[in-house]
């Protein structure tokens, strides 16, 4: 997707500077289904990360939870002295911040981890397939019941559909159907997947729950990840319903209690895996392609950390202060909505130049004439592989790059 993206800003960028030559090539470009359907899962990627990165404590949020990783008794005394070595001081504090509004709840767990690699495995890989590998969820969620988690749809890469039963303290015989979206942005060495409960009345969720069970939505679960040299920054974001209005002071209880054990659980089976655990062959087979898109995610940790010119510490601070800044999101090269906003600006000629140089588009576009075109008809025809069904042609694909 990422890669879609990046052919399709330099083609509008590109019209945009031939200005009244371009105009009605680039109105084109811009209404085409394929263009509009990658600029829509963008924009929803930079939005929903920027929802995670938001949140300061003026903003009504509050440290309900500090907790201590115990690596070494989880992993040994080696693991222990490497992820310090990894991560820096504090670097075994996960901090759990709160904000609620009637009946809303929300939640940030706020950790790091070492980047350390394992037989060529990545942690990143380890800790995705927690609930990549449907099966393997009930390791660290105890909430999840005897029917556990049933995909709707072939599993795939980028998106999937699936239904979950719980039962825990906020929700009892819960069934939720969950709609999932994975994004892989190596040039930010960032992993970002979402998992928002649909609404009973959607159309996917015609089928009916097992017997005794209650179909249920409002939870949103996020992930973000954020890779670096040495180690990654991690931020969970949870959103619910509860089932009654709660004092703060028994959320915290209940927040301490219930953030320590899962954060633990997460952990060990995370690092489990890492050194040959009984899913690791899962890892190896790398069935959807997730796992060879985590690694080249996590690979790119040490360019992106020398590009921003610092290593982001979330242990070490005591607010949500260490989290980065949203614009780590957008202000990506080739942002498609960027690009977008800039041209539909008062100064457009000038906001495009700040995104995408004239000199580059000259080069790439009047200089090189029928080579260029065949080129991006060449590559587009390569990137025509996405989850959608919508974009999956490439004889379509190619047909209106050469638009």
Known sequence: LVAVEGVFFRAAAALFHRGARGREALAQLRSDPMYRETYALMKKLEDEVSQVLEVRSEKGWWLAARIQLNVEA????????????????????????????????????????????????SFLQAYVSLWQEFDLCHAWNTNITKYGIKPLLPQARDSNLFEECTSG???????????EHNYFVPEEGLFYHSQVSLNPNDPRCKQEPPAGYTRQDGTTRRNLIICQASSNIMV???SMKL??????????????????????????????????????????????????????????????????GRKFRLGAETSMDGLPHPSIIRERAHSLVALEAAMDTEDAVAAVNHLAPR?????????????????????????????TSRMSSPRGTIRRSRT
């Open 169 to 179: 303290f906020f929700r009892r015989r819960s069934s939720q159907i969950f709609e």
């Open 74 to 121: 989880i992993a040994g005394v080696a693991a222990q002295a490497a992820w310090e070595h990894d991560v820096g001081e504090d670097g075994d504090i996960v901090q759990v911040f709160a904000k609620v509004s009637g009946r809303d709840l929300e939640l940030r767990v706020l950790w790091e981890t070492s980047a350390v690699q394992s037989g060529g495995m």
């Open 236 to 238: 969970h974001a949870v």
């Open 243 to 308: 089932p009654c209005r709660l004092p703060r002071f028994v959320l915290q209880r209940l927040i301490e209690r219930s953030a320590k054990a899962t954060v633990h659980r997460m952990l060990r089976s995370g690092l489990e895996a890492l050194v040959g655990g009984h899913h690791n062959h899962r890892i190896e087979a790398d069935r959807w392609g997730t796992y060879s898109a985590l690694n080249r995610v996590a690979a790119a940790g040490l360019k992106c950390e020398e590009k921003r």
């Open 359 to 387: 000199a580059s588009s000259v080069r790439h576009s009047d200089r090189s004439g029928t080579s260029s075109r065949s080129s991006n008809r060449t590559h587009m025809s390569r990137l025509s592989r996405p989850s």
